[in-house]
């Protein structure tokens, strides 16, 4: 069953945690994708990766970090200098950046308490 | 500035009409235009992608329309049902300075009732 996942569906976290989102896709896309959705706001990007060890920022990169050690794998880590990290977390991937469809995944409410 | 404008913002229909979503853009240079539906708490499916040539296409009750010269595209859902209940996103992709990027609108939360 082809797809893209993300665990957990819901994560809470004390003030000054560090914590991490996995992201898999096993559709042999290359590039992958995190966004950040708010009430009332379109989708932000975060970070993205066209290729295995290569990641790029996105318009919102403060207080987030990535990794690309597999194709299938593009964890998102929210860290403490995260000032608002309370939000919809999506991952997404895609065949290639340009021009193509990205794939979903169902994402990660965050809540930080 | 690359933007993409929806609206309504939020919009309420009984069950079996129809309505239609608009959504109005100015990413220049243009390459595509999708929408998708965002169930609550869900991950956005894509419905349609619609590029510079493309005027109509259909998916289902879903249609999308496009015109490029005004740069606005809209969505009609034909005899709605309680499943459309969700958020429809307008997405433009168009191109900055980092190479290729995705514009999101706010979306149209729609509520189907019966």
């Known amino acids: 069953d082809g797809g893209i996942t993300q665990s957990p569906k819901y994560l809470f976290r004390k003030e000054g945690q560090n914590v991490t989102l996995s992201c898999e896709q096993n559709?042999?896309?290359?590039?992958m994708y995190w966004y950040r959705q708010d009430p009332g706001q379109g989708l932000r990007l975060i970070y993205y990766?066209?290729?295995?060890?290569?990641?790029q920022k996105g318009d919102i990169a403060e207080g987030y970090s990535v990794s690309r050690e597999k194709k299938e794998s593009f964890p998102l880590t929210v860290t403490s200098a995260q000032k608002n990290p309370t939000a919809f977390y999506l991952c997404a991937s895609s065949i290639l950046r340009q021009h193509n469809e990205q794939f979903f995944g169902p994402g990660t409410r965050l809540t930080v308490l | 500035k690359n933007q993409v404008e929806q609206s309504p913002q939020s919009l309420i229909i009984l069950e079996g009409k129809n309505c239609t979503l608009q959504c109005n853009y100015t990413v220049s240079p243009f390459s595509n235009l999708r929408w998708y539906k965002q169930d609550t708490g869900r991950g956005p499916v894509s419905l349609t992608i619609m590029t510079f040539s493309e005027n109509t296409k259909s998916n289902g009750r879903y249609t999308a329309t496009l015109d490029a010269d005004t740069k606005q595209s809209s969505l009609h859902i034909t005899a709605s049902q309680l499943s459309d209940s969700a958020s429809y996103i307008c997405?433009?992709?168009?191109?900055?300075?980092?190479?290729?990027?995705?514009?999101f609108g706010k979306g149209t939360t729609l509520s189907v009732s019966s």
């Open positions: 990766s066209q290729i295995v060890n290569d990641f």
């Open positions: 997405v433009v992709s168009g191109r900055n300075q980092a190479g290729t990027a995705l514009i």
């Open positions: 559709l042999n896309h290359d590039a």
